[in-house]
């Protein structure tokens, strides 16, 4: 187990807040990276995801003792299959409205909703990288739904609860989110 605190190679405020709640699940604390080092511009993304994450924990953990986590993420639709996965992020960046609805206005009226969420996560402890993934397989809900939490969370319907992510508590949560799930498998193998 870590005893030491574990920083964030990030620059998304709302991926530090969540991936901060899950770690405290197992009583770590997760810090930005820019809370002891001045921001770094990260390099361009341009590998897969596991490249990704561990590229930006390696450019954080060049440059401190302490563990550094990356990670990257995105999304899948079944409707639009050569779309988002990796790019997910530079996709909605070019948007000019809000991620959830540029979604919801892309599968309007479109009865093919799945919605795969993915977390890939790399951990670099010294010169040993540990590795996780999570995903959530779901349905992409008609309107948002949900405060519990915020971002994709409150579209991603799961039918067995007849519930949004955003609308459970969030230990419920990190049982169902493709990050939570990433967090306990990254647990295991610390
Ligand atoms: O690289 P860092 O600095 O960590 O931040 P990022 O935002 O670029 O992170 P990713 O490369 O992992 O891209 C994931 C993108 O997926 C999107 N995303 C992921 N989860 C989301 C959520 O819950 N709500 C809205 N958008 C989300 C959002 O556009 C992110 O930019």
């Given at each position: 187990?870590?005893e030491?605190?574990?920083?964030l190679?990030?620059?998304?405020?709302?991926?530090?807040a969540?991936l901060?709640?899950?770690?405290?699940?197992?009583?770590i604390?997760l810090?930005?990276?820019?809370?002891?080092?001045a921001?770094?511009?990260?390099g361009?993304?341009?590998g897969?995801?596991?490249?990704?994450?561990?590229?930006?924990?390696?450019?954080?953990?060049?440059?401190t003792?302490?563990?550094?986590?990356g990670?990257d993420?995105?999304i899948?639709l079944?409707?639009?299959?050569n779309e988002?996965?990796?790019?997910?992020?530079?996709?909605?960046?070019?948007?000019?409205?809000?991620?959830?609805?540029?979604?919801l206005?892309?599968l309007?009226?479109?009865?093919?909703?799945?919605i795969?969420?993915?977390?890939?996560?790399v951990?670099?402890?010294?010169?040993?990288?540990v590795?996780?993934?999570g995903?959530?397989?779901?349905?992409v809900?008609?309107?948002?739904?949900?405060?519990?939490?915020?971002?994709f969370?409150r579209?991603?319907?799961?039918?067995?609860?007849g519930?949004?992510?955003?609308?459970?508590?969030?230990?419920?949560?990190?049982?169902y989110?493709?990050?939570?799930?990433?967090v306990?498998?990254?647990?295991?193998?610390?």
């Amino acid at each position: 187990m870590l005893e030491q605190p574990i920083l964030l190679a990030s620059h998304n405020a709302g991926k530090l807040a969540e991936l901060q709640q899950l770690f405290a699940q197992y009583s770590i604390s997760l810090q930005g990276y820019t809370s002891q080092l001045a921001p770094i511009p990260f390099g361009l993304e341009g590998g897969d995801y596991w490249q990704n994450a561990t590229s930006k924990a390696a450019q954080v953990a060049v440059l401190t003792s302490l563990p550094v986590l990356g990670d990257d993420s995105g999304i899948d639709l079944a409707a639009f299959p050569n779309e988002f996965g990796v790019y997910t992020g530079r996709t909605l960046a070019r948007q000019a409205v809000a991620a959830n609805t540029y979604l919801l206005a892309r599968l309007r009226d479109n009865p093919q909703r799945q919605i795969t969420l993915h977390s890939y996560l790399v951990l670099q402890i010294g010169h040993r990288l540990v590795r996780a993934h999570g995903s959530l397989t779901a349905q992409v809900a008609l309107q948002e739904q949900g405060q519990l939490s915020g971002g994709f969370d409150r579209l991603v319907y799961i039918p067995e609860l007849g519930a949004t992510l955003a609308e459970l508590p969030a230990l419920q949560r990190a049982h169902y989110s493709q990050r939570g799930r990433a967090v306990a498998a990254l647990m295991q193998q610390i």
